[in-house]
């Protein structure tokens, strides 16, 4: 059988699990991701386990953060005076807020906490600092 490679396009199901067995993001119930090993649009470590897979092959992987999102930086947690909130702007923890820089690209950025004082913002990506397993079922090399 042919085995995946650097460079061809394959369907992978995948199932995403924290540490604590939490299902962060799983295919198993809509179309299988569809991607090109190399190209680096996912995750490095996801796009290596994919690497010599068959089709109708499935594995269990575990990525550490480093090969994942990285650690967690704190560094790119802020605090803003509320008085560097638009009055009409309703923030709750837990929401997602589009932060324009000085060059006026936009990111993303979490609420993480709100007092009467200020907001905290975290700009990490949500599973930064985590180690992560996926199981693999890799559907077919296009």
Known sequence: MVEAKQGDTVKVHYRGTLEDGTIFDSSFDREPL????????????FEQAVIGMVPDESKTIMIPKDQAYGPHREDLVMELGRDQIPADMEIAR?????VRQEDGRCFPVMV????????????????????LTFELLLVEIC
């Open 112 to 131: 993480t906490a709100i007092s009467e004082s200020g907001v905290t913002l975290d700009a990490n990506h949500p599973l930064a600092g985590q180690d």
């Open 34 to 45: 569809e991607f090109t090993i190399g190209k680096g649009r996912l995750i490095t470590g």
């Open 94 to 98: 837990g929401q997602q807020v589009q």
